[in-house]
């Protein structure tokens, strides 16, 4: 397939991007804004990128009202600024203030949550309602950073009004019901923000803005709806000062699952509310495309529709740094994909200084992963063709070792190969990529367990040990065997009965994904937990949609539920504090536990003098991000 669109130039205020691939901005690691921490780690994650598409729009600085930006943030913005110029991409600074948003209280530094009224943020705590002088302040704050974007050498700058942030609040009902000039006219504050931008950065820089395609609230509901929010989106780009249009959808929240889809949404869901707002605002900018658009294919299809100028091709870029010279060289199918996990949002969502991605380990540690080369080959055994041992194999087959790799199995992928048989089927794509990959580079995986005669027979230089876990069952709770317990990594794969209890004791995502799909087959389910809600562990845009993807498929889901007796048929549930909740009759149940790693080759490893190291689940069940970053970091080890 051929590109034509996708690999055009497009101008924009003067600055001619090189193609119509836009990395859309995303909070990846907050050592950038730490004066004690180095800013190379985020430098180089964005420029690793800056080689592959024609616009990146950079993490934004959450900062606060009458703060003066530092020079050290000044110059650490000029350093990114030049690492993306010197690899041909264009780069402008989002602008953004989070306004009734999350909690204040774990920075004891921070001042109130500011809002155009008394709200309160999802997370429960009220806001201060701003005054005209303080609504003045912020709107100098939004400059103060639109002027350090000038200072550093930014191509532009992007206001933010979509997510359910300051600006969309002031948009919003709800959150803006002020009888003054804030109030009367909604826009006022963006069109502000605008303004201050355009007269910091000049008539020679790209001012962007934005906004939600549909924040998927009535009127009735405190909400925008999307006829108005047509109406003010119109209003605001006819300060002629807007030059390029981002888009996203929903309000933040709860609809932050629909902003960043998962693997469950398929291509490029979004689109269509481009097309419809683009129509209803009479849209004559140039419009960025987000949300899923994670090929090439998918990309020049939805710019060859029309629907927008520009895509944003984040995630797929944050998985694969060379996503578009790939595809490019005409090496599109060694792309690394996007699998729709969402490790990255994930992260920011829980609070974690940085982001990363569910198989490209590398991401914010490219030098410190960076493959290199060995100076000696060696011959290298992998045992198990799970993430970690698959993930080991190409690197150690990348550094150019003579790479050998085994699995009993008939499939490789390990205990993430039963994905495929739930709504994250998707994610199989990592497996398939490496599998792909190790082909590329010569390495057949041979369908065979190792023992110690095939130890010897070998005789390799080093053994990387991924042989990965063994279902435990028992770890769920005592007793769990003699119950007929079923590991859930199986239950996909055996005949079950038409009444089964699925007992997750992880917190993850496989006990939901499991549950879901033991029901869409025709499964009476009842899906329970110990812990205090469903998926503790399994990132907040995944819990987001349990509304519809568990409670709406299952018969019943238990939480703070825990098994204090159990016989074959039956089961007795209570709370942690021994109040019962109920006795279920069930005819299978299959329990979410932590496996045991499978090391029953160590012993043979150490009789026969072999150089081994272990990787991936062998050294601790965990989750697949982690298994693959453990076979990447033993991979260079070798």
Not at 38 to 43: F, N
Not at 510 to 527: I, S, W
Not at 564 to 588: H, K, N, R
């Amino acid at each position: 397939m051929s590109y034509p669109v996708l690999f055009s130039t497009l101008n924009i205020r003067g600055h001619e991007l090189r193609n119509r691939a836009v990395i859309t901005s995303h909070t990846a690691s907050q050592s950038f804004f730490n004066p004690a921490l180095p800013a190379a780690t985020y430098i180089e994650y964005i420029r690793r990128r800056a080689g592959s598409v024609g616009l990146i729009i950079t993490q934004p600085q959450l900062w606060q009202p009458g703060i003066v930006q530092p020079q050290w943030l000044i110059d650490r913005h000029g350093e990114l600024a030049e690492a993306v110029h010197a690899e041909g991409a264009k780069i402008m600074l989002q602008i953004v203030h989070l306004g009734v948003y999350g909690r204040s209280d774990p920075d004891l530094h921070a001042p109130p949550l500011y809002g155009f009224g008394v709200n309160q943020s999802v997370a429960g705590e009220a806001s201060h309602e701003m005054d005209d002088a303080e609504i003045t302040m912020m709107i100098e704050g939004y400059r103060s950073v639109a002027r350090l974007a000038a200072e550093a050498g930014f191509d532009g700058v992007e206001a933010h009004g979509g997510h359910g942030y300051l600006i969309q609040q002031s948009l919003t009902p709800e959150f803006n019901s002020r009888t003054d000039r804030w109030g009367t006219d909604p826009t006022l504050f963006a069109r502000r923000i605008i303004q201050a931008a355009r007269e910091e950065v000049g008539p020679n820089r790209i001012v962007g803005y934005r906004t939600t395609t549909d924040d998927l609230r009535s009127p009735e509901d405190g909400g925008i709806g999307f006829e108005r929010g047509a109406q003010l989106l119109k209003k605001i780009l006819a300060t002629g000062e807007v030059d390029v249009l981002n888009t996203t959808i929903g309000y933040g929240g709860p609809s932050y699952s629909r902003s960043i889809p998962d693997y469950r949404h398929g291509d490029a869901p979004n689109i269509p509310p481009v097309e419809r707002l683009r129509e209803a605002a009479d849209v004559k900018i140039p419009i960025i495309g987000t949300g899923s658009i994670l090929t090439a294919d998918v990309a020049e299809s939805v710019l060859a529709s029309g629907a927008c100028e520009l895509v944003a091709m984040t995630r797929a870029h944050i998985a694969d740094p060379e996503h578009m010279l790939k595809v490019a060289g005409g090496h599109g199918h060694r792309v690394r994909p996007c699998v729709g996990a969402n490790d990255c949002v994930n992260r920011v969502q829980s609070g974690f200084p940085e982001i990363t991605c569910f198989h490209n380990p590398e991401v914010l540690r490219e030098q410190e992963l960076a493959v290199l080369p060995t100076v000696e080959q060696r011959k290298v055994l992998v045992i198990g063709a799970g993430p970690a041992g698959l993930k080991a194999a190409e690197i150690a087959a990348r550094r150019g070792h003579d790479v050998h790799l085994y699995d009993g199995a008939g499939r490789p992928g390990g205990r993430l190969r039963h994905s495929a048989d739930t709504a994250g089927s998707a994610l199989v794509g990592s497996i398939d990529y490496l599998f792909a990959e190790l082909a590329e580079l010569g390495v057949k995986l041979v369908s065979q367990n190792v023992g110690e005669g095939e130890l010897q027979e070998i005789a390799p230089d080093e053994v990387i040990l991924a042989s990965g876990t063994r279902p435990n069952v028992e770890r769920a709770f005592a007793g769990a065997q003699a119950a007929g317990a079923i590991d859930s990594s199986e239950a996909l794969d055996v005949h079950l009965g038409h009444r089964v209890f699925v007992y997750d004791t992880l917190g993850a995502n496989e006990g939901p994904l499991v549950a879901e799909a033991l029901a869409k087959r025709g499964h009476q389910v009842t899906y329970g937990t110990p812990e205090e809600t469903v998926g503790p562990q399994s990132g907040y845009l995944h819990r987001a949609q349990y509304v519809q993807t568990l409670y709406g498929v299952v018969s019943r889901v238990i939480v703070r539920g825990r098994i204090g007796f159990i016989e074959v048929g039956t089961a007795l549930v209570a709370t942690p504090e021994g109040a019962d909740i109920d006795t279920l009759q069930y005819d299978s149940l299959v329990v979410v536990a932590a496996p045991q790693p499978d090391l029953v080759l160590v012993p043979v490893l150490k009789r026969l003098g072999i150089a081994y190291r272990v990787a991936g689940d062998a050294v601790a069940p965990r989750l697949a991000a982690q298994a693959f970053k453990g076979g990447h970091e033993a991979g260079l080890a070798v």
